[in-house]
T-cell receptor
Framework: KNQVEQSPQSLIILEGKNCTLQ??????????LRWYKQDTGRGPVSLTI?????NTKSNGRYTATLDADTKQSSLHITASQLSDSASYIC????????????FGQGTTLQVKP | EAGVAQSPRYKIIEKRQSVAFWCNPI?????LYWYQQILGQGPKLLIQ????????DSQLPKDRFSAERLKGVDSTLKIQPAKLEDSAVYLC??????????????FGPGTRLTVL
């Protein structure tokens, strides 16, 4: 069964601290893995997209890693800011232009001053 | 480039009533998706259109949900009659057809539906 599992379910950190979110998947066939940020009351916005051959990709203070062998990914946030408070969703895609996206349940991050 | 537009942003109805949501995708995007996102969960695909044809509606509760994209541009999603468990955010997304191996989807702000 195609599944994407994320941990932790929620996380509270202090402003300026780093954190790492985890994603495990059992999706086949695999095309790419992406991390989305979803602010409260908004639609998800793409942070990073990685294909099978990419191990790491950065977008500012966000760095995603992918281990296709173990089917694990992580999203590391450096020097957190209050604006990082949001849900972070791991999504795995099947191949093709109309490839299906399989969503994780998300990790809710709260950054406190 | 304008993003995906959705309306209304919020809707409150009583169970057994009907409701409709509207989505206007990014100009030129051939593929349009409707997702249901229940609080605390990731989005679940309801239906995917390629131009004005349905690609995937396997998770659409067809006894009460319907969607159309008559001219291959904007789309409407309807629920009739609504149930309490339909309370969720309904997200619309679009992506371009071909030339993008990532098939990146761009999401609208969503419509938050509350069924009382």
């Amino acid at each position: 069964k195609n599944q994407v599992e994320q941990s932790p379910q929620s996380l509270i950190i202090l402003e300026g601290k780093n954190c790492t979110l985890q994603c495990n998947y059992t999706v086949s066939p695999f095309s790419n893995l992406r991390w989305y940020k979803q602010d409260t009351g908004r639609g998800p916005v793409s942070l990073t997209i990685m294909t099978f051959s990419e191990n790491t990709k950065s977008n500012g203070r966000y760095t995603a890693t992918l281990d296709a062998d173990t089917k694990q990914s992580s999203l590391h946030i450096t020097a957190s800011q209050l604006s990082d408070s949001a849900s972070y969703i791991c999504v795995v895609s099947n191949p093709g232009n109309t490839g299906k996206l399989i969503f994780g349940q998300g990790t809710t991050l709260q950054v406190k001053p | 480039e304008a993003g995906v537009a959705q309306s209304p942003r919020y809707k409150i109805i009583e169970k057994r009533q009907s409701v409709a949501f509207w989505c206007n995708p990014i100009s030129g995007h051939a593929t349009l998706y409707w997702y249901q996102q229940i609080l605390g969960q990731g989005p679940k695909l309801l239906i995917q259109f390629q131009n004005n044809g349905v690609v995937d509606d396997s998770q659409l509760p067809k006894d009460r949900f319907s969607a159309e994209r008559l001219k291959g541009v904007d789309s409407t999603l309807k629920i009739q009659p609504a149930k309490l468990e339909d309370s969720a955010v309904y997200l619309c997304a679009s992506s371009s057809h071909g030339g993008n191996i990532y098939n990146e989807q761009f999401f609208g702000p969503g419509t938050r539906l509350t069924v009382l």
